[in-house]
């Protein structure tokens, strides 16, 4: 059949059994059924019909057994209905129907059907076997009902099984037959006992995301005795939402996931039906099971509980509204193309790629998938994930090209939407607001750094965990003091002139021997060359030489060095004389190559170490991954390994993916769900190759079977052979190593004590142009500790490192004790000017304010490095050093969830937030910076200003310090606007209601419930009225990261054409995602209002989560009371109040205010009469 749609179908065939066949022998027919389509549940595609050969003459004799009641008192009677049919396809002859009493019973009647005799049966009371026979044949299809009544004998225990076995023969029955005898068991209770027994079952089955759900639980009160407070309870599963609950006995509430039905008395015999409505979330295999109580005593606890196993499938749709390619420039100045698309809703959709068109074929661009709505978040409604993307085209190619987008469901099905070609702007006008703006951003757009995707030889890192109090002393000296700082990414030897560090702004007059340097405020040795003894000695043929590395955290990739004129003499690095050693040095050493690429943020993955980047997509398409092993000792004995780690996507879904290296099949790994794939494989010898070896990574458990790439290494046999003029490698204590392939003569460091490099004399012979060097493996380390294996580095001079940057050092002391201000204003650095007018607008109001740059507190509390807690610490250091601790915390610059250019977007975590786990997502949380507790409390009072540029700076700051003046009072502060979503989920329009009764009775309210003025009217309603001038805005409703509601009523192509001016309202925006401001490609909707340049709002308040309705209302009725209460306070302190009144976690946390938290809300001018 080409295409089935949802139903059945019967399909009717006869097969003729070969002639000769014994009788008695079993046929077994199987059907399965299949389809081009992916099947969530290929457990029921397939099912087997039994059938016995019989001869003409002979009869298939079939007995059914069933007790009454199920579970029964010591005492009482027991009653077995029986039956006897006749198959066929003979007249059964000779018939006759046996069972024995089984033990803890005595007989008490037999009642046969009519043609039946029972001539033995034992007596009243007592046990024996009972047999009935037939008086004459039996005809075909012919059936006889048998009625047993046996008794449980006194004193039989409590949750005994008593089990009756019978069976019905004949003299000319089909041999071989397993369906003419039948068991039905009983389980003994007391006569206070109740067996309560419970069967969930759910439907659909399987079931698409996002669609109703519905559990039905059948309650049975098997007996004995009558059940009081029968209580069932059902733990929903975590991806499914509730929506309601009934019962047609007793009352059902649910709290927490958690449905109890409270059923009260429940005769024996008696049932009850409860039916459960939820919706599911992600893909995947869910397990709910419930349980049923009572007062009694129950006998049988096996049917207490049940257990349903639901498949959730995704559709297979995006709704996709735009796709255009347009020209442009990045940071530095290259073309490129940049293609943006939006959808309108995904269901589920893994992501994109992209794919370039010239001459007829089709290239794929991006390496690895472009992640969708399945890789953002879980549980999430496909009204959730309508968002833009962005991909930046490096090449930018001629006229003629197009471009192709595809989509990926986590099914594994494809489409294709296009082509677009790439057009350049004549005009501002030529573009959406949504392309300007990322036009705009492409101009700051800078690709990763080169290699960062390719396989490379691992390198070491430095560590940067739990500082000692030492070193947090002395990094507040050298940052309160001059100082260079030197960015190092890579692990190298590093060479940097006197004039490049005095341009930095070093002392030209140093005296060479006071030079020290720092990383993580620990002295690193140094080696000076080209200088002078004394003050001026380091002179322009000067340059120190160090060993370095870089970090390796969520929040950067560089280390800081600090090179400071210091008192002493500052530490060096020893040269230790050449020499020669004895032993018999091994032809090769142990290296390990890496993948580990950062392509695809998996924010739906909810995690507590933030690693959430992760490389290529494995599914049912092979993955072919090119990892190289330079210098390969083939002749080598010694195994090598491959470790793979991989990320499962689809949770509770079982993963198996088969592993070939080179086109060798190695072996699968198997993981369950969201959980990490990991396994080392020994590599057989000859299948590695030199250089290019190719890894297949391919799931085996169907379409749904997808998961990512974390990392995938190779450790093998390294000769010891440069690698391009460098190479690190290990040696065993006293020998000597020969290395060749150097281009000029290496210089070689011991670095098996990082902290504490030595440099060795190696000895240098040359021959065809190369270098080779000799060098001795030292016995200790500069520690003097004794060690088996040593790390040297040798590299030659056209390898030697430069750092990233080489800068001055601004000194600061925010950490010392200080007056302090009432307003903490942490800003990226070239924005602090912007701030004027508002930190003069909160001197009117006789507040004070702290301009404080980001950077000075990375150096003061992080070392110098990128990182969100550097900020809380200072913030800690604050409250508890300044006279005047900071009531309010507000934060200038933009965040991201990529800081470290992954991506390729550039530098856009001006001022770090935290991503903290919320319940569907990975998700920002500004508030968890004074959040000392843990608990989702703010202890000071946040709001973000999320800026890209200075003149974005500069707007936003003049309009809020424009809105804390009294020029801009006026009648339009007593409005205030109320716009309620669809009631569907949840009455929003009610909900709104709840939340307006805390306004005052000055303010004049305006309602646009969308159910009431209709979708297709509410955007212009909406637009009107916010243009008209409002005091406040506030939605109560669905939501996704650029928009309201999954129709569209208000986005930020609305946002751009509001003329409100500076009749600027408070946006509360309770529904999901407006405030995702961390996205590093789309602008939600929060910000594009509090950026927006001709009007939009002077704060928003917006959830970067996913929530539930009920508490988000609750957070909106506190704020506006607080807000427009008698006592009005800050904007700030109101949130903060009431999110001391929530208790929902994700609400706390997740809830975000674009704005300043020490601005107060105008309240309603009184009118003169």
Request: hydrophobic share 40%; proline share 7%; glycine share 8%.
């Amino acid at each position: 059949n080409p295409s089935f749609a949802a139903g059945s179908a019967t399909i009717t065939y006869t097969v003729l059994v070969t002639a000769g066949t014994a009788a008695g022998t079993a046929i077994n027919q199987t059907a399965s059924v299949s389809s081009a389509i992916t099947d969530p549940n290929s457990s029921n595609n397939s099912a087997t019909a039994s059938d016995v050969v019989a001869t003409a003459a002979q009869a298939d004799l079939v007995v059914t057994n069933a007790a009454s009641p199920t579970s029964v008192a010591a005492g009482s009677n027991v009653t077995y209905t029986q039956t006897v049919t006749n198959k066929g396809p003979a007249t059964a002859s000779g018939a006759s129907f046996t069972q024995v009493t089984p033990p803890n019973t005595n007989f008490r009647s037999i009642t046969p059907p009519a043609g039946w005799t029972c001539g033995t049966t034992p007596a009243v009371g007592g046990t024996g076997t009972i047999t009935c026979n037939a008086t004459g044949a039996l005809a075909v299809n012919s059936t006889g009902t048998f009625t047993l009544v046996l008794q449980v004998n006194a004193g039989t225990p409590s949750g005994t099984n008593i089990t009756d076995t019978a069976t019905a023969t004949a003299t000319n029955i089909v041999p071989n037959l397993t369906n003419n005898t039948a068991s039905a068991t009983v389980v003994v209770g007391n006569a206070n006992s109740a067996d309560m027994a419970i069967v969930k079952t759910a439907t659909p089955n399987p079931v698409t995301e996002g669609t109703p759900l519905i559990y039905s639980l059948a309650v049975t009160n098997n007996g004995p005795a009558s059940a009081t407070n029968v209580t069932v309870t059902d733990t929903l599963p975590s991806s499914v939402t509730y929506l309601s609950s009934t019962s047609t006995l007793g009352t059902c509430s649910e709290a927490g996931g958690i449905v109890t039905c409270l059923l009260g008395t429940m005769a024996n015999a008696g049932t009850a039906t409860i039916t459960i409505l939820t919706i599911p979330g992600q893909p995947g295999v869910i397990s709910n099971t419930a349980t049923v109580t009572a007062d009694q005593t129950d006998p049988n606890l096996a049917n207490n509980t049940s257990t349903q196993n639901e498949i959730v499938v995704a559709p297979t749709r995006i709704t996709l509204r735009s796709f255009s390619a347009r020209y442009g420039t990045d940071k530095n100045g290259a073309n490129r193309v940049m293609l943006i698309w939006k959808t309108g809703g995904e269901s589920h959709n893994l992501g994109f790629n992209v794919y370039r068109e010239l001459n007829g074929n089709k290239v794929r661009m991006n390496p690895s998938i472009i992640a969708g709505s399945a890789l953002m978040m879980s549980g999430a409604l496909s009204r959730h994930a309508a968002k833009s993307y962005a991909w930046i085209d490096p090449s930018a190619p001629g006229s003629g090209t197009s471009y192709w987008l595809e989509d990926i469901d986590v099914s594994g099905t494809r489409t294709m939407h296009g082509p677009v070609a790439a057009a350049g702007m004549q005009s501002a006008a030529d573009a959406t607001p949504s392309e300007s703006r990322m036009l705009s951003q492409m101009n700051q757009a800078q690709p990763p750094l080169p290699g960062s995707q390719d396989s490379h030889l691992a390198e070491a890192f430095a560590v940067t965990d739990s500082p000692a109090r030492v070193q947090l002393e002395k990094q507040f000296e050298l940052a309160s003091h001059p100082a260079i700082k030197m960015n190092v990414r890579h692990e190298g030897w590093y060479r940097v002139g006197q004039p490049e560090l005095v341009k930095a702004g070093l002392d030209p007059n140093v005296d060479p021997v006071n030079l020290h340097l720092y990383a993580e405020a620990i002295e690193q040795p140094i080696q000076i060359t080209g200088a002078a003894a004394g003050p001026g000695g380091f002179g322009p043929q000067a340059a120190i030489n160090f060993y370095g590395t870089g970090i390796n955290t969520v929040f950067s990739g560089t280390r800081v060095y600090w090179l400071v004129a210091g008192e002493g003499r500052g530490a060096r690095i020893p040269h230790v004389a050449a020499s020669s050693g004895s032993n018999q040095p091994p032809a090769n050493y142990s290296a390990t190559v890496e993948l580990q690429q950062h392509a695809i943020y998996f924010s739906a993955l909810i995690t507590s170490n933030d690693e959430n980047f992760f490389g290529a997509l494995v599914s049912s398409t092979p993955l072919d991954q090119i990892l190289g092993t330079p210098h390969l000792d083939t002749n080598s004995t010694h195994a090598a390994h491959l470790e793979i780690s991989l990320q499962g996507v689809i949770l509770g879904f079982p993963h198996d993916v088969a592993i070939s290296l080179n086109g060798t099949n190695l072996g699968d790994v198997t993981f369950i769900g969201q959980d990490k794939g990991k396994l080392t494989f020994d590599v057989p010898a000859g299948v590695l190759r030199p250089w290019a070896n190719t890894i297949t990574l391919t799931a085996q458990n169907g379409d749904y079977d997808t998961s990512l790439v974390d990392y995938i290494r190779i450790t093998y046999p390294h000769r010891y052979v440069a690698d391009s003029d460098h190479l690190k490698f290990t040696g065993r204590a006293g020998d000597e190593i020969t290395v060749g392939n150097f281009t000029t003569p290496p210089v070689v460091i011991d670095i098996t004590d990082r902290d504490r490099p030595v440099q060795l004399t190696p000895q240098v012979t040359s021959q065809d142009g190369k270098y080779q060097i000799a060098v001795q493996v030292p016995f200790t380390t500069t520690n003097s500790q004794s060690t088996l294996r040593h790390t040297l580095l040798a590299v030659a001079d056209d390898r030697v490192s430069s750092p990233a940057g080489v800068v001055a050092n601004h000194p600061s002391q925010w950490h010392s004790p200080q007056p302090g201000a009432d307003i903490a204003m942490v800003t990226y650095g070239e924005f602090a000017g912007a701030l004027g007018p508002l930190v003069r607008a909160h001197m009117v109001e006789g507040k004070t304010s702290a301009v404080i740059p980001v950077g000075n507190l990375y150096d003061e509390f992080n070392f110098g490095e990128h990182s969100p807690f550097a900020i809380k610490r200072f913030l800690q250091s604050a409250l508890k050093n300044w006279k005047r601790p900071p009531a309010y915390l507000l934060l200038n610059g933009r965040a991201s969830l990529d800081p470290r250019n992954y991506l390729g977007f550039g530098n856009l975590d001006l001022v770090p937030t935290r991503i903290v786990p919320s319940s569907s997502l990975m998700t920002a949380s500004d508030d968890w910076f004074s959040d000392f507790k843990g608990n989702g409390m703010p202890t000071i009072a946040t709001g973000r200003l999320p800026v890209s540029t200075i003149a974005e700076a500069k707007v936003v700051a003049e309009k809020i310090s424009t809105y804390e003046g009294q020029s801009t009072n006026g009648p339009w502060t007593a409005n205030a606007l109320f716009v309620a979503d669809k009631d569907d989920t949840e009455s929003f329009t009610q909900d709104t209601q709840t939340v307006q009764a805390g306004l005052p009775a000055a303010m004049q309210i305006s309602n646009i419930f969308v159910d009431k003025v209709g979708v297709l009217n509410a955007p212009g309603q909406i637009t009107n009225s916010i243009n008209s001038g409002q005091a406040l805005v506030n939605y109560l409703g669905h939501g996704s990261e650029e928009q309201w509601a999954g129709p569209d009523i208000f986005d930020e192509n609305t946002v751009n054409s509001l003329t409100n001016g500076s009749q600027l309202p408070v946006f509360l925006i309770m529904d999901c995602l407006n405030g995702l401001f961390q996205d590093a490609v789309a602008q939600p909707l929060g910000v594009s209002l509090i950026l927006a340049p001709n009007g939009g709002g002077v704060a928003v308040l917006a959830s970067s989560g996913l929530n539930q309705p009920t508490p988000q209302t609750n957070l909106d009725a506190m704020v506006v009371q607080n807000t427009f209460g008698a006592n009005g306070v800050a904007l700030g302190d109101a949130i903060v109040k009431a999110k001391s009144n929530i208790t929902d976690p994700d609400v706390r946390r997740t809830f975000v205010l674009f704005g300043d938290p020490a601005m107060k809300v105008k309240q309603p001018t009184p009118t003169l009469h």
